[in-house]
Each structure stands twice: as structure tokens, then as C-alpha cells.
């Protein structure tokens, strides 16, 4: 039984997440240990000593521990082949996978990170005491992470989140002109490349919606709709629940939602 | 014939390059088609009809180019197995070979990058005219980089130098005590992984001598020097010249190098 530490099915943790739905049987196969982030689960002595860095996603097989949300979906494809193929058996076509799933990781999960923590972790880590929250840094073992963390409870510089948002809007242009003539972002065939973009964009035509529209950006919205009709789609999302990280109730109900 | 399109031996340049010379015959497997920096070259319309993003290295193959150093290193391995295998067969050794190299491309290359382009681009970057320097900057792609000419011709804040000092420390610790305990860094075995890190630290024991020497790391001097000794290694520097990017001799005789 291979075993998933993750959050909800969102960003880094979707891509290992959904890359199981589609090859395997949950529960079966596979489950999924959701962490809490909002009780810092992941910071936790328990999940570092799976984990040092204290980073979701992780993948627990027989024992060994394989880290790092990309290196997890090609590590299922070199291990536990199955009917379903995830990546091109050209190299070619395979490199282009890669180049699409290096840029997710470089690129394209950054921006959009910055602007989720501004949205969503923010609220928690201001929600912290000094006290609580200088304790709760201690237990992080990246320091880039606790400059992260210290960011998100200052508050993120506007020039910092109004470059971030240039770089989404790249972002978004770049995968619909690759979508505009193609189903699949590379070789042919849904992929890993899908897989790692779509944990990041799927949800932009809600969270990001002066961005990706029907309109502006159509092929990506057709290819975001696209897989969430997959059937693995369906059933991760019917089974694994997801995190609600924006403002708490009473603070919604004081102001709109950002944008 | 295979054709390399990139600088001289150093950097993501030298992923592909040494992974060639590891592999193949030079001159009858493949060529170094060798770009000069000093002439913007990779911003050239000839080499950008080849990578629209004027980026270095490439690699063509009968017709189709592949980008991004390590994934044209993995390209390699899928395409063009040889006797000199530089990737781990067990499929958990590939994934931490993965996370090593995952590792260079976004964390340990773009502190040293940075510290390499003030000492070394930004006075390529300051020896221009104001209008060669924006005429030049037109013929970059990629918005990042030309905000990175800028700098470079500014001058990088003191804060994101010291930054970038400090990461290069966290960088080389984490390799000493990597190769504290072992010979490579993934797997047992010569890899992609050590490749592509040795492209970021071979000469460090010089550039960056108040961090990389014998006594404070001396697991990563010697892996560093064994790297050197390669057949592979020694031919490679033997036949592809380096650039010399740093100030100019008269500058140089003016004022002592940069620590």
C-alpha cells in the first residue's frame, strides 16, 4: 500500500494525488494521509521525522520516503507502471513533459503561491499570537519558509504581489497559445505536464477570474473543464476533501472577498 | 551528429556538455556549436530561430532542439543510451538523483548566478553606451532577464547579494554533508546529479574560497577534484574554451579580484 502525506487536493499536493487516482485504486491501492495545515500538522516532529524539510507532498513506499510533488509523479511512472500512461514514450515528447513540469516548479506555482498565501495563509499566521506564532517558526527546518511565514503575517509588499500577478497573467497567456492548437500541453497525450499545471490552474477561472475567462483565455479554460470531467478528477475530489484558507466567516461577511 | 549550442564548459552550459563527453565521441557523435556571451550571440535572430527564448544551452537532434540543461541531460540518457549509464536503474535512487538536480535548477544555481553576473556580466553590462545597452535589451525574450541586464548594469542591491551569499553557504553545507557519507550524491553512482551540481561548483574552491576549502568542506573539495579527474572531464576542458567574463585587465591591474 503506497501512502500519499499531503494537504487537500490543491497545488503541489494535487499532482502525486491525482497522478494515484488515475493509475490506481484508492483505498486499495493507495491512501491518502491528509495533514492539517492550519494546525501546522506538517511542522509537526511526527511528519519531519518522515520528512526533515517538512514539506507536503510525500510519497511513503515499502519503507522509503520519495519527496518533491514532480519527482513523486515520474518516480509512479518509473515504479508502478500500469495501463494508464502518464507520460510520452517518444523522448522527445518526454522532454517537452519535463519542460512544461520544470516550469510549473519554477515559474508558474511561485506567482501563484505568493498570491494564495497573501489570500489564505495570511489570515492564519495573523490570527497567531507573537508568542504562538515565534514558537510555531521554530519548528520550520527551511528559513526560507519562515521568511514566508514571517511575510505572510506582515503583510506581502504591494510591488511584490503586483509582480507576482504580471507573472500570472504570463502564466496563463502561455499555456492558452499551447492549448490553442493542442489538446494536451505535450506529445499528444494527456500527461504529467497536464497534471502539474492543472494543480495550480485549476480554480484560476474562480480565484483568477479577470485572467482566466471564456474570453481571454478560452483553450485553457476548455482544457481546465476537460479534466475535471476525468473520472480520477471526479473521484479525488468526491474523496479527498479540501482546505477552505481564506478569512475566517465573520471577517468574509465584514468584507468582499478579494479579488 | 548531434549539435550542442551553448557556452564554454561552465554553468547550465556544462550539464549537457559533460554528460556528452561522458557518453559519446566528440567530433563523430556530436559538436559544440560554441555561442559568445560577449556578443550577445544567444539573442541573435539566427539562434533564436532556433530557441525563441535565446537561452543557452540547446541541443539539436535530427531536426528537433531540446531545451533546459537538465532536462536535455535526462534526453539524453531516454534517447541515446550508451555503456556509460549516468542515471540510477532502481527507480528510488532515480528520484533522489531527481531531487539533487531538481535542487540545482531552482535553489543552488540562482544564488551562485547571481554572484557570477555582478562579478562578472555587469561589467560587460556596464561597458555599454546607453543606447547599445537598450538596444540590446530589446533582444531579450524573456522579461526576467532582461531585469536581470538592468541590475546587472546598476548594480545588484548589497541586500540581495548578502542574500545570495547567504544560500550559497546553506548550498555548499548541504553538499559537504551529503558527500560527507558518500562517494556520489544519489544512488551510489556517478549521476546526472553529481553533473549537474558539479556545473555549479567545480572552481568554487577558488571563487568562493572563504566557503569551499579543504578544511571547512573538505567532502565536497574532494568530490570536486575526483570530479576533475575524469577522462571526460579532462577532454571536455581540453576542447572547449572558457569564457573570461570577469572585469577587464586593466580594470583587474587597477583593483584586486573580487573575494
Same sequence: chains 1, 2.
Avoid at 507502471?81 to 517537452?96: G, N
Avoid at 506567482?111 to 489570515?123: A, E, K, M, N
Avoid at 507576482?164 to 496563463?172: D, F, G
Wanted: hydrophobic share 40%; with cysteine; aromatic share 10%.
Amino acid at each position: 500500500m503506497l501512502t500519499l502525506y499531503s494537504f487537500g487536493p490543491m497545488a503541489n499536493s494535487l499532482k502525486p494525488m491525482l497522478t494515484l487516482f488515475e493509475k490506481f485504486e484508492h483505498g486499495r491501492d493507495f491512501e491518502v494521509h491528509r495533514l492539517n495545515p492550519a494546525q501546522f500538522e506538517h511542522h509537526s516532529d511526527w511528519y519531519k521525522a518522515i520528512h526533515p524539510r517538512g514539506q507536503v507532498p510525500a510519497l511513503a513506499d515499502r519503507g522509503r520516503v520519495v519527496t518533491e510533488s514532480t519527482v513523486i509523479c515520474e518516480y509512479l511512472e518509473d515504479e508502478h507502471p500500469t495501463e494508464v500512461v502518464l507520460r510520452p514514450a517518444d523522448s522527445f515528447d518526454r522532454a517537452q513533459m519535463r519542460v512544461w513540469t520544470k516550469w510549473v516548479d519554477e515559474y508558474f506555482c511561485w506567482c501563484v503561491s505568493t498570491i494564495g498565501w497573501h489570500r489564505g495563509i495570511s489570515h492564519m499566521a495573523k490570527a497567531l499570537s507573537d508568542e504562538a506564532f515565534e514558537e510555531h517558526l521554530k519548528n520550520i527546518p527551511i528559513p526560507e519558509q519562515q521568511v514566508k511565514w514571517r511575510r505572510a503575517r506582515e503583510g506581502f509588499p504591494q510591488d511584490l504581489l503586483d509582480e507576482e500577478m504580471r507573472k500570472i497573467a504570463v502564466s496563463v497567456r502561455r499555456l492558452d497559445d499551447q492549448l490553442a492548437d493542442n489538446e494536451w500541453l505535450a506529445g499528444g497525450l494527456y500527461s504529467l505536464a497536464d497534471i502539474c499545471n492543472f494543480a495550480i490552474a485549476n480554480r484560476m477561472q474562480v480565484g483568477f477570474a479577470e485572467l482566466v475567462n471564456g474570453e481571454d483565455t478560452p483553450h485553457l479554460v476548455r482544457w481546465i473543464e476537460q479534466i475535471n470531467e476525468r473520472p480520477a478528477v471526479k473521484q479525488m475530489l468526491a474523496t479527498i476533501p479540501s482546505e477552505r484558507l481564506g478569512p475566517p466567516p465573520e471577517e468574509s461577511r465584514k468584507e468582499p472577498a478579494p479579488a
